[in-house]
Structures are given as C-alpha cells and as structure tokens.
C-alpha cells in the first residue's frame, strides 16, 4: 500500500468517527508517560470510547466539507493531538478523563484542547466542568424509569389506603373490646 493510500484510508477512518460519534475530546498529551497512556487508553475502551493520536492536517483534511469544519476547531489542531469519541454515552470521555487526571495526573500534563458536542466547539476548560457532570446514559435512563413508575405507585398507595385504614379500624376496635 502506498503512503498516499494509507493516508487516504486515515483520513476516512476519522471522517467515518466524526460521524458516528456523539462527541468528541480533543486531547494535549505532551508530558504524560507512557505508562499513564496506557491505563488511559484502557479506561477508554472499558467506557466504549476509541482514542486515537492523529495527525493535525490529516484531521483538518477529514474534516472539509462537514459539519465540524470550523475555525474555533482548525485552531485547537496545534501540537501533538489525541482524540477521544464518544458513540453512545456522550459523556463517557469526559468523565474518563476527569476520573485520570484526578486520580493519575497529578500535574495535569494532560491537556484538554476542547470538546466538540453536536458540532459545535466546547472550550476545554467547559470538557471536565460541563460535559464531565452530565448524567450517563445508564443515569437518564434510571431517571426515566424512576420518572415512569412514579404515577404507578402513587396509584397502589392509593388503593390500598382505604383496606390499610379499615384494617387499622378493626384492630382500635379489637384492643377496645379487649381492654373494655
């Protein structure tokens, strides 16, 4: 395969994870080693969440033409650059990398460039404090069912109210006979 081919499959590979992906963590990764990568990148996988390191201009040329193609983005591709997407919990790498740099990033070596939601550019600082605390997908979902049981068990509590008082009747006039 030649190197432009390679390059040219690079490029749809990242094109085709932009438009899978629910979000996007663009990453500095400048001063980490090697090791704290890898547990990273473990973290990663264990959310659902592909990381790759990519090559700025080759994300710049992956991105003409779509919805991503911005300025605010163009000038977060600087440096050396790793991205994390998200394709189903679209806080997933975020919380990943909030949970690594609280616990394995003492220095907080690793950069958080921004985030892309919906295509537009969230600036990095906004990644840990905003998109970091949404809730999970597991969580709304919890929400929802919460949410959904709710009228259900204020319906049971209602009809049991009246045979729960009959039955406290019936004991109050029991013990007044008995003690009577």
Same mark, same amino acid.
């Given at each position: 395969?030649?190197?432009?081919?390679?390059? !040219?499959?690079?490029?749809?590979?990242?094109? =085709?994870?932009?438009?899978?992906?629910?979000?996007?963590?663009?990453?500095?990764?400048?001063?980490?080693?090697? =090791? !704290?990568?890898?547990?990273?990148?473990?973290?990663?996988?264990?959310?659902?969440?592909?990381?790759?390191?990519?090559?700025?201009?080759?994300?710049?040329?992956?991105?003409?033409?779509?919805?991503?193609?911005?300025? =605010?983005?163009?000038?977060?591709?600087?440096?050396?650059?790793?991205?994390?997407?998200?394709?189903?919990?679209?806080?997933?790498?975020?919380?990943?990398?909030?949970?690594?740099?609280?616990?394995?990033?003492?220095? !907080?070596?690793?950069?958080?460039?921004?985030?892309?939601? =919906?295509?537009?550019?969230?600036?990095?600082?906004?990644?840990?404090?905003?998109?970091?605390?949404?809730?999970?997908?597991?969580?709304?979902?919890?929400?929802?069912?919460?949410?959904?049981?709710?009228?259900?068990?204020?319906?049971?509590?209602?009809? !049991?109210?009246?045979?729960?008082?009959?039955?406290?009747?019936?004991?109050?006039?029991?013990?007044?006979?008995?003690?009577?």
């Amino acid at each position: 395969m030649s190197v432009i081919a390679a390059k !040219q499959e690079e490029v749809a590979s990242i094109r =085709d994870s932009f438009e899978k992906a629910t979000t996007a963590v663009f990453l500095d990764f400048r001063g980490v080693n090697v =090791d !704290q990568i890898t547990n990273l990148r473990t973290e990663f996988r264990k959310a659902g969440v592909e990381y790759r390191v990519v090559k700025n201009t080759l994300v710049k040329i992956a991105l003409k033409g779509t919805a991503y193609e911005s300025a =605010d983005l163009n000038a977060q591709l600087k440096g050396q650059t790793g991205i994390a997407w998200s394709f189903e919990d679209p806080s997933a790498a975020a919380k990943v990398i909030k949970t690594f740099r609280a616990v394995n990033d003492a220095n !907080q070596k690793l950069g958080i460039k921004c985030g892309v939601v =919906d295509a537009k550019v969230m600036p990095g600082s906004q990644v840990e404090s905003v998109l970091a605390t949404m809730p999970g997908k597991d969580e709304l979902r919890a929400m929802l069912l919460a949410t959904l049981q709710a009228p259900a068990q204020s319906l049971v509590r209602l009809l !049991q109210a009246p045979g729960q008082n009959l039955a406290y009747l019936l004991d109050a006039h029991r013990r007044k006979q008995e003690g009577g």
